[in-house]
């Protein structure tokens, strides 16, 4: 049964459902409880935004602290995952990839296609990113593309509670290493999430909603963003439909396709800096396979090519908003005329 | 001697070590007629250390290697045929044709991979020694890395998580004297990379990595120790490699007469068969049988190899998630 809970707690609820489901499904990460060797309580944080609260409490040992050691922590996971667990390890910030990386891209990667199909590794990484929360250049980063381009690894990025309970429940039954990625303004949202468990396949986008006029893709947190702004535009008759990808590894090129098919017209949104990002990724992908179908150039909507800034003033400044949505998609819609 | 050991574990280990060199001599040669592709880092000379280690182990016990693997894979039990194929690209190679010489793994029977990743093992054994800690089955993890991982921040950071979360772990420095072409005297900060066990709340011991006893010895009480579910140690074990850091290097930072000294001097598997030969009834005859048996082995191995076909063209999407 549906009802409203927030982001963070229905990540929660996935990872408690999966753990009962499957003894050895694991939890391992920086703070995940908190509290581990001290004199006060366990389970004091339960993860530094409290995502994994509770947990320790129902399943003991499967849940551990780990020192702040990120190689020696995601590569434990990826070798616990080779040898028979399903980890979930959480890299706090996806910031902290720059310490871990070889972890992630030379090894849990590789490991599948490296050996001829003679391994596999279901480990999930669950890292924050995005801006909004003041943190400055070091917290508040969209890595997700990096990630993207990796063969051997899939990118979720789920933008509702929803879709967070769902596609976790998916990463960790999927036997390739998974890089869940959620926005930490997202974390605090409300929505519709069925009480019982339920997957959400990958490679799968979401229409979030319909349209015949323009085309919005957007990722993450720039899904509601963009959903604002076509409220907006439904009121001055401009259509939009909302194409959330879900998962930008695999990718689903067709849905998006057969969207720009019908409305001529693409706004890529991407809260990441401009180069080698989603937004040119999914743009030439329409350029490529959809330019027949295209009446207007392709708008993008980006943050600019900086460090995320830490004054609220500059950081406003730096995400992308409704504003400059809406304004892309007018830009699109008015093209030729 | 190690009086634990039957006549037959003697002669197991003699014919890991013959195998292992014998791989590796032959190897020498089919680069240098140019008929093996890419990067090859030979562990002849080192037989002593991966024989004596692994033979603590069981098929469920899993170690992690590092881009000097082959001695590490065929005393683990990969199969050598499926190597030699996969060092030559070949389809029916061990990760057929995928992985190549650097990323030989075989999970079947606990080598969780040759890795091209200085101090890319140690983090993935903490991980399979964590499997095994939580499956409950008395399993234990080794990571084989070089000096040159030894002054890598993911070892650092494994040894202390090891320690940490109390892990059946097992971490095995192999101190050949030079990470590529630059001297472990110059490059490691201490003179026993033993003594940073003391820093990470393990034992740590050196022992001659010449010595099959010796490394054999070290290993079984840390496996035990491991087992026992008492947590990690560090074996250091110093020796020598034959050839170059990879096939091709000229050698020049070693002195001269360096490897003549140390093959006259300190190859482990002479050292090995004259204590056996005086110590047991093992004779001389005895493993020259097997050597024959080695020798053939490695012809057939070669011959496959050379004779397999390449992977075909459709593999090349095989084995990972999308194909875009």
């Not at chain 1, 947990?55 to 020696?72: C, F, H, T, V, W």
């Not at chain 2, 990760?95 to 983090?123: E, F, Q």
């Not at chain 2, 110590?279 to 005859?285: F, L, Q, R």
Request: net charge negative.
């Amino acid at each position: 049964m549906a009802r409203k809970i927030l982001y963070q707690d229905a990540i929660n609820e996935a990872l408690d459902q999966e753990m009962a489901r499957d003894d050895s499904i694991i939890v391992m990460g920086e703070d995940v409880v908190g509290g581990t060797g001290a004199n006060g309580e366990m389970d004091a944080w339960g993860g530094v935004l409290g995502v994994t609260k509770g947990l320790y409490g129902k399943y003991g040992d499967r849940i551990m602290d780990s020192p702040i050691s990120e190689s020696a922590l995601v590569g434990a996971a990826v070798g616990a995952a080779a040898t028979g667990m399903r980890p979930v390890c959480e890299l706090m910030f996806i910031d902290f990839m720059g310490v871990c990386f070889d972890q992630i891209y030379n090894q849990a990667a590789k490991f599948r296609y490296m050996f001829g199909g003679k391994a596999k590794t279901p480990v999930v990484i669950r890292t924050m990113y995005g801006a909004g929360f003041r943190a400055a250049a070091q917290h508040s980063q969209c890595l997700y593309n990096i990630f993207t381009h990796v063969p051997g690894l899939k990118v979720v990025m789920p933008s509702s509670p929803y879709d967070a309970k769902g596609l976790l429940i998916q990463a960790i039954r999927d036997d390739d290493p998974v890089i869940f990625c959620e926005h930490k303004a997202l974390y605090a949202t409300e929505g519709d999430v069925p009480e019982e468990s339920y997957a959400i396949p990958f490679g799968e986008a979401n229409i979030v909603r319909e349209g015949d006029d323009v085309t919005i893709v957007a990722l993450g947190r720039m899904v509601r963003f963009a959903a604002k702004a076509a409220d907006t535009l439904a009121a001055d008759g401009i259509d939009c439909e909302i194409i959330d990808p879900r998962t930008t590894s695999p990718l689903d090129e067709d849905t998006i396709l057969e969207s720009v098919e019908n409305t001529g017209r693409l706004v890529v949104v991407d809260e990441a800096n401009p180069r080698c990002s989603m937004a040119t990724d999914i743009a030439s992908l329409v350029a490529q396979k959809g330019f027949g179908y295209l009446q207007a150039p392709i708008e993008m909507v980006t943050a600019p090519h900086t460090p995320v800034p830490f004054s609220g003033a500059l950081e406003d400044l730096y995400i992308p908003s409704p504003e400059k949505i809406e304004s892309a998609v007018r830009k699109t819609a008015d093209y030729g005329n | 001697m190690a009086a634990s050991l039957s006549v037959e574990d003697l002669l197991d280990a003699y014919r890991t070590m013959k195998t292992i060199r014998e791989f590796e001599e032959r190897v020498h040669v089919e680069f240098a007629k140019g008929g093996i592709p890419g990067f090859v880092h030979l562990y002849a000379g080192e037989e002593a250390s991966a024989t004596g280690v692994c033979m603590n182990l069981t098929e469920d016990d899993y170690i992690a290697s590092n881009h000097r693997g082959h001695g590490h894979c065929i005393a683990k039990g990969v199969e050598v045929s499926g190597m030699m194929a996969e060092i030559y690209g070949k389809g029916s190679g061990t990760c057929h044709g995928k992985g190549g010489s650097m990323h030989i793994a075989d999970l079947d029977v606990g080598m969780m991979g040759a890795n091209g990743i200085v101090g890319g093992g140690p983090p993935l054994v903490c991980g399979a020694a964590l499997s095994a800690k939580l499956q409950g089955k008395g399993g234990v993890a080794l990571a084989f890395f070089g000096d040159g991982a030894s002054n890598q921040g993911t070892t650092f950071e494994s040894m202390n998580l090891a320690t940490v979360w109390k892990l059946p772990v097992v971490f095995i420095a192999e101190n050949n004297g030079y990470a590529e072409a630059t001297a472990s005297s110059w490059s490691v900060s201490c003179k026993d990379i033993s003594t940073r066990a003391e820093g990470f709340g393990m034992p740590g011991v050196t022992v001659d990595g010449h010595d099959f006893f010796a490394v054999h010895e070290a290993t079984k009480t840390a496996v035990e120790r491991a087992r026992a579910g008492e947590g990690p140690s560090l074996i250091e074990c110093k020796l020598d490699r034959f050839f170059g850091h990879f096939e091709g290097d000229n050698q020049k930072y070693r002195a001269p007469n360096e490897v003549k000294t140390i093959r006259e001097e300190k190859d482990c598997i002479k050292r090995f068969s004259a204590t056996i030969t005086a110590d047991t009834d093992i004779t001389p005859d005895d493993l020259a049988v097997i050597d024959g048996e080695v020798q053939a082995l490695i012809d057939s191995a070669v011959a496959k190899a050379v004779a397999d076909t390449e992977p075909g063209p459709e593999t090349l999407l095989t084995d990972v998630y999308i194909k875009y």
